[in-house]
């Protein structure tokens, strides 16, 4: 089984670790560097998965997997050139850094896969899309896509579009937590107490998306279901739709695609 070595332990870091464990990956087949020796040392802790640094992962690990912020990514690209060995597998989970700015740092030839996951990896429930760069070819894509399944969902997409991906799926589930957050204050400014408001949206929340997954219908057809004729729901969508819910969607998220071309430009 091959090596996987995460660069950046932070919070999609940890999330593949303890995601690929659980998919029946050995600790002895994971590595990570981490440049906060207590995150480290916590990590090891709770997984069995030892830290190592940059020559060590490079050395060791089949598939590199890029997890530290866009913005930090310059220092571990140059120091990542010199010790990559040609058949190493590098795979970016960064925001907007195209796979055009790790061929052009890592040495000519070097195969990337550019990933954008989202959080629910934590509970197997990610959605990945993954691209392919210059040397990637259709075997990398299978090795990325496999091991990203014991995460989640997978969908392969052009590289021009994950700026779109960023805004839609990468952040994505902080516009359902947002949203959750508000319905959940709606419940006290209505009386209830936290904890019966917060049982209520969640179980909501867990139900809609489980419909939205499992009828195949349309939201808009679900929506209708639960809207009857001068019942509550209508005023509701009244007031949603006077406040511009729907426009803040949209102006929301192609702000956050605007920040993905960003950060790709440095
Ligand atoms: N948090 C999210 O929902 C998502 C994040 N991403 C991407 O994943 C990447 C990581 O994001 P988060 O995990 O949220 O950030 P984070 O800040 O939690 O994790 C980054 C980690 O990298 C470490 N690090 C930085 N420079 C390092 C270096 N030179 N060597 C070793 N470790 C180093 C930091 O100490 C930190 O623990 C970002 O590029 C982000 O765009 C992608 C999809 C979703
Ligand atoms: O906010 C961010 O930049 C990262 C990328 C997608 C989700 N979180």
């Known amino acids: 089984m091959s090596v ?8 999609i870091g940890e999330a593949l670790l303890s995601g690929l464990l659980h998919g029946g990956r050995k600790p002895g087949d994971l590595l990570f560097t981490e440049r906060h020796p207590e995150r480290a040392a916590e990590l090891t802790a709770r997984y069995g998965v030892a830290g190592v640094d940059v020559p060590d992962a490079a050395r060791r ?5 890029v997890a530290v912020k866009p913005q930090d990514i310059d220092p571990v690209l140059a120091e990542l050139a010199p010790l990559l060995r040609p058949e190493t597998l590098v795979v970016s989970l960064c925001a ?3 796979t055009s700015l790790y061929e052009r740092k890592l040495p000519e030839g070097t195969p990337v896969v550019r990933v954008m996951p989202n959080t629910p990896m934590v509970v197997g429930e990610a959605m990945s899309a993954i691209s392919p760069g210059r040397h990637a070819t259709g075997e990398h894509l299978a090795v990325v896509e496999e091991l990203l399944s014991c995460v989640g969902a997978v969908v392969r ?11 839609l799926s990468g952040s994505g589930p902080a516009y359902f937590f947002f949203l ?4 959940i204050d709606a419940g006290i400014l209505l009386g209830l107490p936290r904890n019966v408001s ?10 809609a998306a489980k419909m939205l997954a499992e009828t195949g219908e349309h939201p808009v ?15 509701a969508i009244r007031e949603l739709e006077k406040h511009g819910v729907r426009a803040a969607l949209l102006a929301a998220i192609e702000a956050a695609r605007d920040r993905s071309v960003e950060l790709g430009k440095g």
Request: glycine share 8%; no cysteine.
């Open 198 to 207: 917060e049982q209520l949206i969640i179980q909501s929340a867990k139900g």
């Open 180 to 183: 959750v957050e508000a319905m």
């Open 221 to 235: 057809t679900l929506r209708e279901a639960v809207t009857s004729p001068a019942g509550t729901t209508i005023n």
């Open 157 to 167: 997409v052009p590289e021009a579009q994950q700026d779109a991906v960023t805004a």
């Open 4 to 11: 996987i070595a995460v660069l950046g332990a932070g919070k």
């Open 61 to 65: 690990a089949d598939v590199l997997v």
């Open 96 to 98: 907007g850094l195209p």
